[in-house]
């Protein structure tokens, strides 16, 4: 473990001109993976801003629009009784996400902060571009079992490992961030991005922005929802792959359709092709085969993870058909 600087300040102002001070402090909440990374001398901070003293806790709902505190944690969300109620498929998806052990440290900001990486990124005696930006990628040609089969580069082909974020980006959530130039919103879409020639960035903050909170338009999708995620083992393992789906059906014809996957693409990958195809169309098998059959096109696999070219489209079927059974 590296030595660094630490302060716990009680303003958002104060903990972004303290990060705006140092360009190597970072903002620590939960700690779940940055403490991981600091320990085994990845990530290298300075300075940790310790942002738990900071007012970013909470759910709350007012003129139909969800608003989660940045610092709330994924076991309250997950519990929270408007989320299990209203917003299903994130309450199931954060359900999924680790351990509860995990659940009850890592906040909501944290989960979306989590770096993208792949087993690689943490073997230091290994080239990683995301790690080491200009060493290599040691996935590319090695053992790539859990890598991307949407939306890589040739710099890396790792996936982003939250559950959490695949609904998220499924529910059209939209990120408040607060900075130096003031206070922005993100879409959800918007805020993972893919690694292109830079795979060193996850995501489209900008130095010293603090994300506040995330909302969440209250929509049709309570009744018919269901997040399914396949891994090796029952807990605490990332998604092989996983799919978000949500349905607005009306007399048996989806009106609606929102449907995500994840561990596939280095950032939660949203399938707007395949929920366009579903609208208007029956609620059975044969419409699904469709959207998993569009959802598939342009995914292209490496030596090791080809049978995610099977497993996405058969998971995406089998997801919307316990959504529409929901
Ligand atoms: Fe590093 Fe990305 Fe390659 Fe993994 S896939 S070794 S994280 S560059």
Redesign the pocket.
């Known amino acids: 473990m590296i030595t660094f600087d630490y302060i716990k300040p009680s303003a958002n102002k104060a903990a972004i001109d303290a990060i705006m001070k140092n360009q190597n402090a970072m903002f620590i909440a939960g700690g779940t993976n940055l403490v991981d990374l600091m320990k085994r001398g990845i990530t290298t901070p300075e300075k940790l801003v310790d942002i738990n003293n900071l007012p970013l806790k909470g759910v709350n709902k007012s003129n139909n629009i969800l608003s989660i505190g940045a610092l709330t944690l994924n076991s309250e969300v997950a519990e929270h009784e408007t989320v299990v109620k209203q917003f299903p498929l994130l309450s199931m998806a954060l359900k999924a996400g680790a351990s509860p052990q995990i659940r009850n440290m890592a906040t909501v900001g944290g989960n979306m902060m989590q770096?993208?990486?792949?087993?690689?990124?943490y073997?230091t005696s290994?080239?990683?571009?995301?790690?080491a930006p200009g060493?290599?990628?040691?996935?590319?040609h090695?053992y790539?079992r859990m890598?991307?089969i949407f939306g890589?580069s040739e710099?890396?082909?790792?996936v982003h490992p939250s559950d959490m974020c695949v609904a998220l980006v499924a529910l059209d959530a939209v990120v408040t961030v607060s900075g130096p130039k003031g206070e922005r919103k993100i879409p959800f879409a918007s805020f993972h991005r893919l690694?292109g020639d830079h795979?060193e960035k996850d995501n489209t903050l900008e130095k010293g922005e603090l994300i506040t909170s995330v909302e969440i338009k209250e929509n049709n999708f309570s009744k018919h929802a269901y997040y399914l995620k396949v891994r090796d083992r029952a807990s605490y393992a990332f998604a092989l792959v996983s799919v978000a789906a949500a349905l607005d059906i009306q007399n048996n014809i989806i009106h609606d359709a929102r449907l995500a996957m994840g561990g596939v693409a280095?950032k939660p990958w949203r399938l707007k092709a395949a929920e366009n195809i579903l609208k208007g169309k029956p609620a059975t098998e044969a419409s699904f085969r469709l959207a998993a059959q569009m959802a598939m096109q342009g995914a292209k696999a490496f030596e090791y993870n080809a049978f995610k070219l099977k497993l996405a489209p058969n998971s995406i079927i089998e997801a919307l058909t316990l959504a529409s059974k929901a």
């Open positions: 770096r993208t990486r792949c087993p690689y990124f073997d290994m080239p990683c571009n995301k790690r060493t290599g990628c040691g996935a590319l090695g790539n890598h991307a890589m710099q890396c082909i790792a690694p795979p280095h």
